[in-house]
T-cell receptor, first 115, second 109 residues
Framework: KAGVTQTPRYLIKTRGQQVTLSCSPI?????VSWYQQTPGQGLQFLFE???????NKGNFPGRFSGRQFSNSRSEMNVSTLELGDSALYLC??????????????FGEGSRLTVL | AQRVTQPEKLLSVFKGAPVELKCNYS??????LFWYVQYSRQRLQLLLR??SRESIKGFTADLNKGETSFHLKKPFAQEEDSAMYYC???????????FGKGTHLIIQP
């Protein structure tokens, strides 16, 4: 069974631009969560989607948004990029929802560098 | 707000020695606690969860509600245990899984 796939793996943007990251969950998983990982703050929860609906949301500004499609694939978007958005963005999928079982299956991440 | 604290950023022990990775949490209700591990060049993955009361790869963790701790222990460390370990908490609300900042465990030969 293929694991969680994230694209692109690496990308470089400049301040003010926007970026879209994609995540394909494990087949059959309906929940997708997104996390931001930085050396200073560690892993921080962005949001979770389940059956195309945002179920939970972390404490991030509105520049961070996401969506989930009917095939459970998810995208997250960051608009008006700031230097502080440079991070590894991790996607994780689970059957019923990581919030329920705690078992998340993580992708390798998309490393975003903002110049 | 829920919070997870892992006081040690780095822990180095010799092979065969006991290991204890500390995790303390702040949460007013009854949380669910987990340990995640990331080996070199691998993805972050679940190691164990407190509700299962299981031993995985020789690791165990006991939830101590009085001390609000969920320390990870192994009696005899092995070199393949070298990795980043993250403690995580789920409180049932809208915060998702809250992770600690991780402890880098190094097992020296």
């Amino acid at each position: 069974k293929a694991g969680v796939t994230q694209t692109p793996r690496y990308l470089i943007k400049t301040r003010g631009q926007q970026v879209t990251l994609s995540c394909s969950p494990i087949s059959g998983h309906r929940s997708v969560s997104w996390y931001q990982q930085t050396p200073g703050q560690g892993l921080q929860f962005l949001f979770e989607y389940f059956s195309e609906t945002q179920r939970n949301k972390g404490n991030f500004p509105g520049r961070f948004s996401g969506r989930q499609f009917s095939n459970s694939r998810s995208e997250m978007n960051v608009s008006t990029l700031e230097l502080g958005d440079s991070a590894l963005y991790l996607c994780a999928s689970s059957l019923a929802g990581g919030a329920v079982t705690g078992e998340l299956f993580f992708g390798e991440g998309s490393r975003l560098t903002v110049l | 707000a829920q919070r997870v604290t892992q006081p040690e950023k780095l822990l180095s022990v010799f092979k065969g020695a006991p290991v204890e990775l500390k995790c303390n949490y702040s949460y007013s209700g009854s949380p669910e606690l987990f340990w995640y591990v990331q080996y070199s060049r691998q993805r972050l993955q679940l190691l164990l969860r407190h509700i299962s009361r299981e031993s995985i790869k020789g690791f165990t963790a006991d939830l101590n509600k009085g001390e609000t701790s969920f320390h990870l222990k192994k009696p005899f460390a092995q070199e393949e245990d070298s990795a980043m370990y993250y403690c995580a908490l789920f409180g049932g609300g809208a915060d998702g899984l809250t992770f600690g900042k991780g402890t880098h465990l190094i097992i020296q030969p």
